[in-house]
């Protein structure tokens, strides 16, 4: 483990909460690391249009192979410095996704409430579960470690970040209760309740993460050296398959995935309007 793994790890330490085997690759998915996805080279848009054209592009003219020419196949040194680094704004703002995800199965379950029908408490329970584990005990606390004390020392968002955490630590109250109410069936006195901590978690993560997302990311670059700024892409990435397994994630995703399945809104085409 590099040194800022081993950073992370000494922060981190102590029981955690861990995802369990669904997280793992369990889908039949190939397993790879985002570095891995991102550091491909830049070559491979010259070959991919023959690919998806029905050709190969090892094939020309009148079908003879031909041996690649070195247009297109770059040498090592050419390959390591074509590869795209996952930066450590990217790394947040793609869990910020997950997140906007969870936040459209709660308002699924307001929908539902609303109209009077059974509270759906199995995929609510399951989307708090993720924002729990995935977004308050690891995403938040990443920020809290690593971004909002390099920008409070730059004398940056002076004002903003205490309002974060704040913001941090009246969601997990939020979650915690929704967690408890949606934990088994829910009783007709407690549909209230768990309607309005839905309805103010949502209130309150969408401005706070379109903030940091226009905002507090960007401030990022200017408060943190390059070099550290690459140490701490590394340090998130090891910690996230620490945490939640080799799939990590990707893993994830494809829990927030089968919740949607279960309540029916994973067909994005049903969110299209008609005009």
Do not use: C
């Not at 978690?201 to 200017?222: G, L, Q």
């Not at 829990?255 to 994005?268: C, M, P, S, T």
């Amino acid at each position: 483990m590099t040194r800022s793994g081993r950073a992370a790890s000494n922060w981190f330490g102590g029981p955690e909460a861990t995802m369990r085997d669904e997280a793992t690759g369990d889908r039949g998915t190939p397993i790879v690391h985002r570095r891995q996805v991102l550091g491909l080279p830049v070559a491979l848009p010259v070959v991919l249009p023959v690919v998806l054209a029905g050709g190969s592009p090892a094939l020309t003219g009148g079908g003879s192979a031909q041996r690649p020419s070195s247009a297109t196949t770059p040498a090592p040194d050419q390959k390591q410095a074509a590869e795209v680094p996952v930066t450590p704004p990217e790394d947040l703002m793609r869990e910020h996704g997950v997140l906007k995800r969870v936040l459209l199965i709660y308002r699924e379950g307001i929908r539902r409430i609303d109209a009077g029908e059974q509270v759906p408490a199995h995929p609510l329970h399951a989307g708090a579960r993720v924002i729990r584990d995935f977004i308050e005990d690891y995403h938040e606390r990443l920020e809290e470690r690593y971004v909002f004390p390099r920008l409070l020392n730059a004398g940056k968002l002076t004002d903003t970040v205490p309002v974060l955490l704040q913001q941090h630590q009246r969601g997990r109250v939020l979650t915690g209760r929704i967690l408890d109410a949606t934990a088994r069936p829910t009783p007709q006195q407690a549909r209230r309740g768990l309607l309005a901590d839905m309805a103010a978690f949502i209130r309150m993560y969408e401005p706070h993460e379109a903030r940091e997302d226009t905002v507090v990311f960007p401030a990022m670059r200017e408060a943190v050296p390059p070099k550290e700024f690459a140490e701490m892409a590394e340090t998130f990435e090891d910690e996230e398959h620490r945490r939640f397994g080799p799939s990590g994630f990707t893993g994830i995703v494809g829990q927030v995935a089968d919740i949607e399945k279960e309540l029916g809104i994973y067909d994005l085409s049903q969110f299209t309007p008609r005009v």
